[in-house]
């Protein structure tokens, strides 16, 4: 396994952070603002993304959008923030008649349609996404509604049948996941990231801790449930997936975090996925030797057609680990 120097190891600093804003990606874009002076930058013509994120104490965008004029991945256009996809990914093919990729548009690039505003007493916005059609096969939407309130930013998303669908589980293998909906948050690169497991505590790394793209920093106390990681800033690609409700990631000026919140009824242990409900992933925007621009995915899926409720906070001063323990 390749170690990981030092050096390799210490986060960006706050000059080599992306720093362009939404509106260079989203000129009609809704903005939402609240009380203690953090705003939320929505985007519902790009798929209902969430593009941008900042709070009195980071007053930058806490997710990561691509370059101006660098959109387009390979027929994919990746615009970056949060959003929501339909999963399982492998399905996909199904969806699209044998094409496994770029997602299906209805979920992903479509424009979504803006529902009401103001919901709940917080500056919020809800949207629908479009149903599948251009022969694409799919069962569900999207629905999403995203809020703002006390620097918190609070994203709900669900499936919802399209009319006359046929039964959604007909044709689904029986070892595979329930349709489910999705929440991938796209941030600014750092080497610095901890998570919180809960109950099973699975960490599935796909070989890439093996390969030297993650390395697991200490050992846990033994009643700790986050651990830290240190990310390779050489390496091309690595996904981890674990058991968990939360991934943090460590900025020179704090840390931002990701909480998926369990609803009634719900266990964030429950058996499908095999590699467990939360994922991370190291990549790239285009080719490293051609200016390409790296990122991280924060991801956390849904149990079957359950709501998805996310909470992204911002946490001063505070590093990934420390951020964890102050949920």
């Known amino acids: 396994m390749r170690s990981i120097s030092a050096c390799a190891i210490a986060s960006a600093t706050l000059a080599s952070l992306p720093v362009r804003t939404a509106a260079e990606t989203a000129p009609d874009a809704r903005v ?41 991945l390979n027929g994919w256009k990746n615009h970056g923030g949060e959003k929501s996809w339909i999963g399982p990914q492998n399905l996909w093919s ?19 349609k803006v529902r009401d505003t103001g919901e709940g007493g917080a500056d919020s916005i809800s949207m629908d996404s479009p149903f599948a059609s251009g ?29 006359e669908a046929p039964d959604p589980e007909a044709g689904l293998p029986a070892e595979e996941d329930e349709w489910h909906v999705w929440s991938i948050a796209q941030v600014p690169w750092s080497a610095e990231v901890a998570l919180r497991k809960t109950g099973l505590g699975r960490l599935n790394d796909g070989g890439s801790i093996e390969r030297g793209v993650f390395a697991v920093r200490g050992a846990p106390a033994p009643e700790s449930s986050v651990t830290t990681l240190a990310i390779d800033p050489d390496a091309v690609s690595g996904k981890l997936f674990f058991d968990g409700d939360a991934i943090a990631v460590g900025y020179p000026d704090g840390a ?72």
């Open 32 to 72: 939402l603002k609240d009380s203690s002076g953090a705003e939320a930058v929505i985007a519902p013509q790009y798929g209902g993304r969430v593009m941008s994120f900042t709070t009195v104490d980071a007053k930058r965008n806490l997710f990561w959008n691509a370059p101006a004029g660098a959109i387009d």
């Open 94 to 112: 199904a969806i699209k008649k044998g094409r496994s990729w770029p997602p299906p548009a209805h979920f992903d690039s479509a424009s979504f």
């Open 135 to 163: 022969g694409d096969a799919c069962p569900y939407g999207v629905h999403r509604s995203v809020s703002l309130e006390n620097g918190t930013l609070r994203v709900v998303s669900r499936l919802v049948r399209a009319p």
């Open 256 to 327: 931002l975090v990701a909480h998926r919140i369990a609803g009634a009824g719900d266990t964030l242990d429950y058996p499908f996925p095999k590699h467990g409900r939360a994922q991370l992933y190291t990549g790239w925007h285009g080719k490293r030797d051609e200016g390409g621009e790296k990122y991280l995915e924060l991801e956390f899926t849904a149990i079957g057609a359950q709501p998805l409720e996310m909470e992204f906070s911002f946490f001063p001063g505070a590093t990934a680990a420390e951020a964890l323990r102050r949920l």
